[in-house]
């Protein structure tokens, strides 16, 4: 190593020794633990020195500093080296913490989370979200640098990735749109180690990654000596900071498991060097103390470099933010504090009897309009589907290249892509509120950007229209029937499928008063009899009600006496308007009360007391909502619902034939009741009524 | 038009009247049905016309003809070009059948589905799937090509694309590994329109799309004028078919709509044209009688050319095929009818008492490798994760450009591809068996896959290991726990999770057997004590067992007798073993009966009777799966699983932390009785039991 140490002008041997103790110290991590990654680590380290000793600033005393720059590692599993840059230049992350590498509830588990540890941005790991989400921090710097102007904010979003990162399609869909949208605030570390899991990446992965980019219209530089030219890895990053209107790639080449015996074998990828191997590494790097015994001088080094460089830049930026307008003051003071603006649900709209029908994917784009014009965090745009979801902001324009003060985003058919960018604008940590636009059933493309956010508690509002078969000719294979079963067994995302425009403003309140967590609005593409519903809902209904996930629509509600209600209607969405047409049409018939279930997972989280208020035990339940009826056994006794895929046909023939009419609906209601009373059976306690 | 047409030397002036009549009669059937696409089947007819008149091989009479050229219409929504082709092709598509298009259960729905039009080689419509199908078809050809030899099996695989299939991450997979693959059999047309449905690709799209497919080792070629210039596609054409090493894209330029008044805009792709506009349109064409009356001439020019051409092939492809061994013929006759080897299942390993603890996903890997040996037709492989789902096949070698007759495919870090390359590969019409393989976790990667697949009725089996929490220290980002319910949820797909080696065998019989549709196998990474599960599962009790998704395993089954049970414990793959611990440990003083649920979609689909049977009415019930607990209320009074995320730790620990350790489960069986004893309440039928 000290041949390229000698060269350089801007590295000494403290440098060389920081590089060493990096490596090290990420090797034994992962011994301790053993489990874990240490190739990638010890590969990157050298990239990893000249990002923190020269290159980025943040301040590890607040690693919150808005104007930070923004260090994510895309390939997660190398996170052994993240967590020891952090607790180098003194993130809240101990020598214990480093210690307690992938134990339970340790600060360093196995792949990075972002709530968890002090200074993480994101979480990643799996593969090519790292970059994505990187790229939805850029276009989030670019909109609050437009807000603030370029002294307050223009931090730069440096990421490292490896060849898994880029093989996955997310990647390619964000840094295809990255490179549309010229984020030169964007800079993407490749550790080019020609290694994957299966072997050499002559099995998988020939393409000319350099042209891929270039075609993209990226920045491309390269590092032959990725593991010890530390000069040359500075210059190129310089380099592609001086670069505008393009991001850049920088390939850098490396060897996995650098300086140990294993080096350049995929065997070093993802298991422990082994007590041998860790020993003649750490020999070979000169440290004989072992690796958890940190030499002062490295800690020295980050702290006058990194560390000095972040305080400077706090206090300056601290000192340039008294100069904003009271307006802008009020505005980033609010934003910083994650508080919406006051009174900001005086904006949303409120539908009654005199409301025309129409779809809920329209009543959506009016609540999503009233409130963007109040909330100038909300920002974010549809995967080409601009005309169909209705997200369309009026109050705003596009967010390109010329226009970084536009909120709305022209994603391409990106779906997956889309799904991770709206997670790196809410990771951002300015508290933005990214909502994303497509079918429902398109989220389907996209459950793995969806699952990592709800993972990293990220605020993310997925407007997903055409939510049944209800939609018609486009057929089953835009027909989602599993969707809302995917997204309600999924932790920490909260699915809503409001019955009309009253509740679509109310989902809107939860959505966004939610912070720590994503939300599925599912809405119709056909219309809905508004002024029939809102008859329902009006009046503080909804308003009351949603919180609960589920509540009464018609009668007393939860006052009214169990022993008059013969028989429930629990329905979500567009079929609430069925279930009370099948409600009227059955008066003096039967009592039938009408439920509506905007939000399941709220249901699941009310009091025992609560849920049989609702759902009196010993009353028969029938659910209805047209999509699969997996997972509604729990809250009725029949449940109505798409038994298979959906079909091409007009909305009446798909109403006819799935049974989604009132008359339909009223004729399974009269016989389930029937069949019930003539099976002499009791009413059984429905599970969502157990004790348990 | 006349002008292109004059200087070609392989056109006249039919061919001119043919692709008038093919948009007219495109643009008129979305006008009859009031819904769907005119614009890219307008812009596209004059490729679709050099490619069935000149170009591709298949038989209308025959359309399973096996050495067909494969066409694949990636950009699904313009299927009235397609069924419009097959039409006027003479494939059992009528007339009456185009003016039904997107009526119900009619053979034209709204995107094109294998399953229910004669000639529709794979079903499209979600964006960039039919790309990365026909990259699976590619590779089924060349390894018929290797098993048959050139003569017989040198098909083409030719397919459509527009805009929105290019953005999709998906097809960046597959074509990149197509490339890596020199997959010289396959030319996609690119349909360079300039627009997409939110308006220009200017908004999202202006990546140098010939300079990226060259960066992954395509050929590119391009077409100026492809709405005219039939002379220019089809040199374009000949010249792809002569490129040896690589596959080829044509980025053909054309105007969406072209010909009528609203060519070049966005809103000629998704709407009908309106009346005045086709009639326009139609009168430009010069076909005064209207769309649906088709000049006999442009019947006969398809009949004397795609017709001559196939009926000629399929006879000189007859006669070859006399030549081939009888060894051969033997193996081609049982392939194209769809069985399985004689005897095939006595290659299922069998596992009792002797076996050795190991993780499932090693007992898959040696039900998969026994099977393969015996079932040359098994092909699949894994993205990038081979050493850890177990799945390298032993009998063969990798599938690459230098070795065709290869079984393994090394699919790179490309989940969503991997699964949509499977897909296509099981549509190339050979009853190929492909396999796909990840962690559980990822197939959230590429659901958009999985679901087109099932509905596709696509045999293809998803080998999916570390299927829970019980992975230990990588932590939650690949701790699957709403994998299970998304996958349960999904019509068409069975979703096996085998408790021991047996199981695994017979879930692998039924995977076989089944083909008109997908299966999941989550697999554990964890060990099983095998010997203790399989002293349970033996003696054919398996084998009996799994064909009802759920039984019982200890006990005398379904003979014993109701009132001798306690409690039930329904469990799943690596948490049998606990439940059988469970069961051993409370003798004497609970009977446990333990019900094995490796399919809950085939216990759904036994009687009332049977269900009855394993879950008898009136006895308490507990279930018990390292996953999300959704779903399970339908089959359980009390579910054990896993709430939120996963944790990154040691298994010891994330057993003691779940509670997924013995006795911790022993402990939750009995509070539960205890609990349900001492609240006096009748043990509720459970919904699986209910009479609906």
Redesign the interface.
């Known amino acids: 190593m000290a041949e390229a140490k000698s060269e350089s002008k801007d590295f000494d041997e403290i440098d060389d020794l920081c590089v060493r103790s990096i490596g090290v110290l990420a090797a034994n991590m992962v011994q301790k ?1 053993n ?2 990654h240490p190739g990638a680590p010890m590969g990157m380290s050298a990239i990893a020195h000249v990002l923190w000793s020269k290159i980025m600033t943040g301040n590890s005393a607040n690693s919150a500093f808005p104007n930070r720059d923004r260090f994510v590692l895309s390939n ?1 599993h190398a996170c052994a080296l993240q967590y020891s840059m952090l607790h180098l230049n003194g993130y809240a992350l101990s020598m214990s913490d480093l210690q307690s590498f ?5 600060k360093t ?3 990075p ?1 972002n709530h968890l540890t002090d200074g993480v941005e994101c ?6 979200q790292g970059v994505a989400q990187a790229v939805g921090m850029a276009i989030a710097a670019k909109y609050a640098q437009s807000m603030f102007g370029a002294e307050m904010f223009n931090s730069t979003i440096y990421t490292l990735c490896g ?3 880029l ?7 964000a840094v ?2 990255a ?2 949208l010229q984020l030169d605030n964007l800079i993407v570390l490749y550790d080019d180690n020609d290694i ?3 072997g050499s990446t002559e ?7 350099p ?2 980019f ?4 990226w920045n491309v530089l390269s590092v032959d000596k990725g593991n010890e030219d530390l000069q040359g890895i500075l210059d190129a990053i310089k380099l592609a900071q001086a670069t505008k209107d393009r991001p850049t790639l920088i390939c850098v080449k490396t060897a996995i498991g650098f300086g140990s015996t294993k080096q350049g074998s995929h065997k070093v990828h ?1 298991a422990p060097l082994g007590d041998e191997c860790l020993a003649a590494y750490t020999e070979k790097m000169g440290l004989k103390e072992g690796g958890f015994a940190i030499d002062p001088k490295v800690y020295a080094r980050y702290k006058e470099t990194f560390g000095q460089r972040g305080k400077d830049a706090e206090s300056a930026w601290n000192k340039i933010r008294q100069g904003l307008s009271a307006e802008k003051q009020t505005l980033l003071t609010r934003l910083l504090k994650g508080e919406l603006p006051q009174n900001w649900e005086s904006a949303l709209p409120i539908f009654d009897e005199t409301s025309k029908s129409t779809a809920s994917r329209n009543m959506n784009g009016d609540v999503l309009n009233a409130l963007a014009k109040a909330i100038p965090e909300i920002i974010g745009g ?1 995967a ?5 979801t209705k997200t369309e902001l009026k109050c705003s324009h ?1 967010f ?1 290249a010329k226009s970084r003060d536009g909120r709305y985003l ?8 889309m799904f991770a960018v709206g997670n790196g604008i809410a990771a951002f940590g300015l508290n933005l509120i990214p909502f994303t636009a497509t079918f429902l ?2 989220l ?2 996209g ?2 950007a969806v ?2 956010g ?2 990293s508690q990220l605020r993310h509002i997925y407007v997903m229209t055409h939510d049944s078969v209800l939609l ?7 027909q989602p ?2 969707a809302l ?2 997204c ?5 995302l909260l699915t809503f499928r409001p019955c009309d425009g009253n509740e679509v403003s109310q989902t809107w309140r939860l959505m966004l008063e939610r912070t720590d967590g994503p939300s599925v609005i599912a809405l119709s593409r056909q219309s809905i009899d508004v002024a029939l519903v809102s008859k329902y809902t009006k009046n503080g209904v909804a308003a009351k009600g949603v919180a609960n996930g589920a509540y009464v629509l018609n009668g007393q509600g939860s006052e009214e006496k169990e022993e008059t209600v013969d028989v429930c209607v629990i329905a979500s969405g567009s079929e609430v308007e069925l279930a009370l047409r099948a409600a009227e049409a059955l008066e003096g018939e039967l009592k039938v009360r009408v439920v509506s279930a905007n939000c399941l997972e709220l249901f699941d989280a009310t009091s025992l007391e609560y849920r049989k208020s609702v759902l009196p035990p010993g009353v028969l339940v029938v659910s209805i909502e047209a999509s ?1 009826t ?2 509604w ?2 809250y009725a ?2 449940s109505i619902g798409v ?3 959906g ?4 909305l009446a ?2 109403r006819e ?1 799935f049974g989604f009419n009132a008359p339909a609906l009223i004729k399974n209601i009269q016989e ?1 009741v029937a ?1 019930w009373k003539k ?1 002499g ?2 009413v ?2 429905l ?2 009524l ?3």
Chains 1, 2 share one sequence.
């Open positions: 633990a489990s874990g997660g992938r134990q339970l509830d340790s588990p196995g792949h989370e979480s990643t790991g799996p593969l090519g060849d898994g990162c093989q996955e399609g997310v990647c390619a869909e295809s749109l490179g549309h994957q899991i299966d099995l998988a992965f020939t393409e000319d990654v042209a891929r270039t075609a993209y219209k993802g549809a080409d589907l601009t005309p169909s596009d390109q022209r994603f391409g058919v990106r779906e997956f892509g059933n398109f389907g493309y459950m793995g699952r990592l709800a993972l018609g000719e486009d057929g089953p294979t835009h029937v599993e079963p995917a309600r067994s999924m932790p920490n699969s997996y997972g056994a729990k006794h029949k038994k298979a895929f079909k091409s046909a007009p023939s798909i034939d389930t069949a099976s059976q009791v059984p306690l599970p969502t157990f004790p348990f």
